[in-house]
């Protein structure tokens, strides 16, 4: 009996945090607005040090590379922008309950309200920084195209978003109990950035060692913006990688949280 | 009909020795084949609750009593699904509203208004329900053209007035209150008074923990004294009070 209560209130949990989406919406909001409280451009700061970032180190890398900058700015701002999303959602994942703790701790909320709210604040950045994105699309319209490959973003978005969702329950479980592994999580994301085609392209890769980006599967989740923003498609054995990642997530997470998640207020 | 029925329920805190707690020595236990550090494995448990068994039902306004650390936070928290029970089970029907810490969820940073809006939409609601609460929690807050402040420019007085009128603007059917009572000047003490009266009036159950045993004498028609974690009694307010008294005449 005490097994089917437990399932039944998992699975409460769980459709109440989509119900909720008033509470962590406002609440990820209330997060972007709090950082730029007293300053005047306000949360297009992010644009702008985006922007700083890709314009700067595209003219860089591209010379460093000897690629030539058409092919260049379109292909480093579209992987920086999708890049910066993931990699934010995950380090910010690992805190999830340790953030929310004091809340946690006075009013019962879904659990899943405040991964929610972990990731729909990064999505909302990236709705900022996506318009860096713009006058690239301009200068460079020859490489970087709007067509029908375009309209993906948006079931894309969905998808990462579903992904965010599975492993976050699973990184901000793993990491409200073992507080190591924070730090643990944030340096691999701090290696998984240069060993991901982000700045270098993967055809600079000798071919020998072309498994390696095969069995990265960050590089498919940055895929998942990169070419839709530039008008390519995906191919289908990155579709592939993305339905095993995403079906394992979902296995895993569905594992523990029916396993662990009356024991989270417990360790933070 | 709202009730909370608690059946042999346990709240069971594990405390994770600094060295338990770290991956390392997950490792190095398992690398040692588990006995070096077996004793660092082995957690130490703080029992908060111990089978609990309490039946409230509707129309019952229950006061908990006992000193420091007697468990009766843990059982509010209990009660509001905040701890889910180690051991044992808790039915509850009805929708509950804890008063638990007023203060929680004030952001210091935004203004009067926001954090009314911010609450408002915690408890649920929409923001035309939160628009018609704003003026009545204006005016029973005193507070004026300051709540358009941020609330780190309030006196501590200010922000106690603030959370307790955000915190009283709920329509409860079970209401658990965490001792809210004891700061704000006189004038505002009584109002804080009368507001709690017409929300304990509101409710169908309320459980009201308090080391103001007046006012528990006054509000509850019952009560639970609770001692190491234990339910020790559960029964008429008086009664209750009576033992309660009798077990730490200081009180």
Redesign the interface.
């Known amino acids: 009996m005490?097994t089917s209560?437990n399932r039944n209130?998992t699975i409460a949990d769980l459709l109440s945090g989509f119900q909720?989406w008033?509470?962590w919406l406002?609440l990820a909001y209330?997060d972007i607005k709090?950082r730029y409280?007293r300053s005047k451009l306000g949360p297009f700061w992010l644009t702008l040090s985006m922007a700083v970032t890709v314009y700067s180190m595209g003219f860089l890398y591209a010379h460093l590379f000897k690629i030539d900058l058409q092919a260049y700015y379109p292909f480093l701002t579209t992987g920086m922008i999708a890049w910066t999303m993931i990699s934010t959602i995950i380090n910010d994942l690992a805190e999830t309950f340790t953030e929310s703790a004091?809340?946690?701790?006075?009013?019962?909320?879904p659990y899943t309200t405040y991964v929610h709210r972990v990731i729909s604040r990064n999505f909302i950045i990236f709705f900022h920084n996506i318009v860096v994105y713009i006058p690239i699309l301009i200068l460079f319209h020859e490489v970087a195209k709007i067509n029908m490959h375009t309209l993906m973003i948006i079931p894309n978005l969905l998808l990462l978003y579903l992904n965010g969702l599975s492993y976050g329950v699973v990184i901000a479980l793993i990491c409200a109990r073992?507080?190591?592994?924070i730090q643990?999580v944030k340096s691999i994301v701090q290696v998984i950035f240069f060993m991901t085609p982000i700045l270098w392209s993967p055809s600079i890769l000798p071919a020998k060692y072309a498994f390696f980006i095969l069995l990265n599967p960050f590089y498919c989740f940055v895929q998942l913006i990169r070419a839709p923003l530039m008008g390519q498609s995906i191919a289908l054995s990155e579709w592939g990688i993305l339905a095993f990642v995403t079906a394992l997530g979902l296995t895993f997470a569905s594992y523990l949280f029916l396993k662990y998640r009356?024991r989270i207020?417990?360790?933070i | 009909m709202a009730h909370i029925r608690i059946k042999n329920a346990s709240v069971e805190f594990p405390i994770y020795h600094a060295n338990a707690r770290s991956i390392k020595n997950q490792f190095i236990r398992i690398s040692t084949g588990g006995k070096v550090m077996s004793d660092a494995s082995q957690h130490l448990v703080v029992k908060a609750l111990d089978n609990i068994s309490v039946n409230i039902e509707h129309g019952d306004r229950v006061g908990l009593v006992g000193h420091n650390g007697a468990g009766k936070s843990t059982l509010l928290k209990l009660m509001a699904d905040i701890y889910e029970p180690t051991r044992g089970t808790i039915d509850r029907d009805g929708k509950v509203s804890p008063l638990l810490n007023i203060m929680q969820g004030i952001e210091t940073e935004s203004t009067g208004y926001e954090n009314i809006v911010m609450r408002g939409i915690c408890l649920g609601l929409t923001r035309k329900q939160i628009k018609a609460k704003v003026d009545e929690i204006a005016e029973f807050t005193g507070l004026g053209s300051y709540l358009a402040m941020p609330t780190r420019t309030y006196s501590s007085g200010m922000q106690i007035r603030l959370a307790f009128g955000i915190a009283t603007s709920i329509e409860p059917e079970i209401l658990l209150i965490d001792e809210v009572f004891g700061a704000g000047d006189a004038d505002f003490m009584q109002k804080a008074r009368n507001k709690m009266v017409e929300l304990l009036s509101q409710s169908s159950i309320v459980v009201f923990a308090s080391h103001a045993n007046d006012l528990i004498a006054e509000f509850c028609n019952k009560a639970i004294l609770m001692d190491g974690g234990k339910v020790i009694a559960f029964g008429k307010v008086n009664e209750i009070l009576e033992l309660y008294q009798k077990q730490h005449p200081h009180n």
Request: aromatic letters at 12%; hydrophobic letters at 45%.
């Open positions: 005490k209560m209130k909720n008033r509470i406002m209330q709090l409280r004091g809340t946690i701790k006075q009013i019962k909320l073992y507080p190591d592994m643990i009356a207020v417990y360790w």
